[in-house]
T-cell receptor, first 115, second 109 residues
């Protein structure tokens, strides 16, 4: 199957700093990328959907000025958590979908801990 | 509203068979997915059903009935490594995945 990478896999930062997470599709062109967050023992929650070259569509309740998403190319999307606070600590997962079928390929996830 | 229901937790014995059910109510339907997720890791794809019937893939099979809004994931010859959460997700009319809360499967020797 297709491969999606995420970087970093784990990050610890101080409250008030910004953190950037990269999501790359390594062997296919991702026309659509999705960003999810997952709290312990909870389901995945979709944060936003981004299509290459256009603005991301955020889910209700997700602050677009806090979670900046950029999908500048068909193989790269970034999520920047601005002015992070402890309540932003979570597992952030990206997924990517090509234009051939409906399957989403998931990155390995990034565990963010805000102190 | 959109809703995916699956049991919170199930326990089974190594070598046995277990069936994890999923019922859904969504705005539109473009397929149902099953994912496996080990603790602390991202989900990995198991199966995709868009037509009614049974899809078999090795020890895992997935069944779909669109008229009943129902699917199940069948795991045979259970191994200890199958201990994980199993997530049911439906792709709605906007091609977005609606996720169930996941079923934690505990395998006992």
């Amino acid at each position: 199957g297709a491969v999606v990478s995420q970087h970093p896999s784990r990050v610890i930062c101080k409250s008030g700093t910004s953190v950037k997470i990269e999501c790359r599709s390594l062997d296919f062109q991702a026309t659509t990328m999705f960003w999810y967050r997952q709290f312990p023992k909870k389901s995945l929650m979709l944060m936003a959907t981004s299509n290459e070259g256009s603005k991301a569509t955020y889910e209700q309740g997700v602050e677009k000025d806090k979670f900046l998403i950029n999908h500048a190319s068909l193989t790269l999307s970034t999520l920047t958590v601005t002015s992070a606070h402890p309540e932003d600590s979570s597992f952030y997962i990206c997924s990517a979908r090509g234009d051939r079928d409906n399957e989403q390929f998931f990155g390995p996830g990034t565990r963010l801990t805000v102190l | 509203g959109q809703n995916i229901d699956q049991p919170t937790e199930m326990t089974a014995t190594e070598g046995a068979i277990v069936q994890i059910n999923c019922t859904y109510q969504t705005s539109g339907f473009n397929g149902l997915f099953w994912y496996q997720q080990h603790a602390g890791e991202a989900p990995t794809f198991l199966s995709y059903n868009v037509l009614d019937g049974l899809e078999e893939k090795g020890r895992f099979s997935s069944f779909l009935s669109r008229s009943k809004g129902y699917s199940y994931l069948l795991l045979k010859e259970l191994q200890m490594k199958d201990s994980a959460s199993y997530l049911c997700a439906v792709m709605d009319s906007n091609y977005q995945l609606i996720w169930g809360a996941g079923t934690k499967l505990i395998i006992k020797p």
